[in-house]
């Protein structure tokens, strides 16, 4: 116990020294449900409400900031779990807990989890219907996957029995509930698929959120989406839609209702078939009925095209007929002839005068031409004898580099001519065999040498070599 105090306190220092008290409770985590929500309020974006249990109740407060932070909405009788400090407002004395972390409590954790995993999914694409692929209209398979303990099973084939006994039914067993049930389930899956049905029905019977928690798992919904086979999915659970409803071809509020999808009843069948003959009897009735009266339209229009055209063949022989060469053909033929001598008669009459004109026509070009011709013949001579002098220029002075060009080779090949060497006083003596010698020691005494001066040439035998300027002894 403390020191005795010694005198009253004023509320101020009362609600002071409970504060103190109260901010000396360490950080707390509590458990409740929410009551009396208030929030976020506009100005402020705080929210105001009670925790309470069963047996107890506490205000509670909770920061814009923090509120955010949550992912979820505060509302009455939602249970949460908070951690945070209790304070005293030291304006009214009043205890509230202030939550620096606010989340969901039971189930309401679960359905958090089960919330962000169905947007995360359907962010990948695992719900667009476009991804979602058709279920046959008249199953003939079903491979049925769910619990074969239970009563579910039965019903499911009661009711494909009676709507259609035609479809064949293959059961798959699992697990429906439990931690290791979607594993189960997931190699169910995998065994009906092989069997190759038009399609698989996932169902089980009804139960709490908790107990359908198998099928929010998200390895068994990738299973569901991945399936090459198409999957109905009936869970028993109608407030409620699971993820595997979600990423299945088609979802049912039940395990009949899944099983009613994919076997139509006879009775509808047989109906279906009727109204479809009854519409193909009707349009080909249609196409019957158009295809003769275009026929009938046709002909009518055929018979007026005939008529029309016979009418005008007609007026055309009508208007040949009347002409007067098939009428009176020899009155014709008279005033053909009479035209044919009239013609001929003046043809005849001035053959001459036209005879005449082309014939001074030609003299006339005669002497034109023959007054021409000299001139014509001078100033071709001119033409010819200019060409011909500057040709001549031209072909000097296109030939002069050539000259002067051919001139210095001749020069320098006649400087390195052998000829001019000789013409200097030098001789080229050939040996036996007829090779230049430029070397005495290919020579022996009594060889015989031709030697070529610059003037002519004469056979000589050597008598002595000196290889070294001086005679070498005969050998």
Known sequence: MGAAQEGPLSVHEAVTVAGAHVDAIPSLVVTGEVSGFRGPNARSGHCYFQLKDDQSAMDAIVWRGTYQKCGFALRDGLKVVMGGKFNVYKGSGRLSFVARTVSLAGEGALRQKVAELARRLEAEGLMAQERKRPIPRFCTRVCVVTSLSGSVIDDVKRTLARRNPLVQIQEVGCSVQGPGAPATIIRALRVAAEARPDAILLVRGGGSFEDLMTFNDEALARAVAASPVPVVTGIGHEPDTSICDMVSDRRCSTPTAAAESVAPALEEIVGMIEDRRTRLVRTMQGIVRADVAAVDQLDGSSRVAMRAYLDKRRLYVESMASRKCLTDPYSTIEDRSAQLNMTEERLAASMPRLISRLADGVEGDA????????????????????????????????????????????????????????GRGYAIARGPAGHVVSDASRLAPGDAVSVLLGKGSFEATVSAVDTAGKSAPER
């Open 367 to 422: 002497r034109s031409l023959r007054g021409a011709m000299p001139g014509a013949l001078a100033r071709a001579e001119k033409g010819v004898s200019q060409s011909g002098r500057a040709l001549g220029v031209l072909g000097t002075r296109l030939l002069a580099p050539y000259e002067s060009g051919l001139a210095r080779m001749a020069g320098q090949l006649d400087a390195l001519s052998p000829l001019r060497v000789l």
